[in-house]
């Protein structure tokens, strides 16, 4: 993982600040052409201790499907995230969905967070969160940031 830049750093502040728990993928050039990234064990432990899904009760060769929202400050788009796990090795892997190919840039850090049993996802390169969550005006981050800890 590269050294975070300033809004990421705030961000990630943010967050801890708030005690949620998030994990961060790195969508690489090469993550952003092949539309898959492995499943790192930090990622494999996030999705497992929240709820999310346990790679381990996943057969080799298998591809299923978890929903995700994408949240962006003018939108919660619905995606059905691919979890894989690779056949011969077991390698543990996943894909968000073309739906984040508009709103992401390589090398730019997303964020994974999960809230009753649902994962949510956000650019946190892109989007400063708390701009989003002090506005006046009402978004998708500000109210599902609202209702996270309720």
């Known amino acids: 993982m590269r050294n975070l830049t300033d809004i990421e750093s705030r961000n990630e502040s943010f967050l801890k600040e708030r005690n949620i728990h998030f994990a961060k993928v790195l969508m690489t050039e090469n993550i952003l052409s092949h539309h898959i990234f492995d499943a790192t064990q930090s990622i494999d432990h996030f999705l497992k201790e929240e709820g999310i899904h346990d ?9 299923a499907f978890i929903r995700v929202h994408l949240l962006t400050f003018k939108r919660d788009v619905i995606i059905n995230t691919s979890v894989y796990k690779a056949a011969k090795r077991g390698d543990k892997r996943m894909w968000f969905g073309a739906e984040i190919i508009p709103v992401t840039s390589p090398n730019d850090i997303y964020l994974m967070i999960a809230k009753a049993g649902e994962l949510f996802i956000l650019n946190m390169s892109r989007i400063d969160i708390m701009s989003c ?6 978004n998708p981050i500000k109210r599902f940031m ?5």
């Open 55 to 63: 790679f381990d009760l996943q057969r080799s060769g298998e591809k």
């Open 133 to 138: 969550c002090t506005t006046d005006l009402d």
């Open 146 to 150: 609202n209702n996270y800890s309720k």
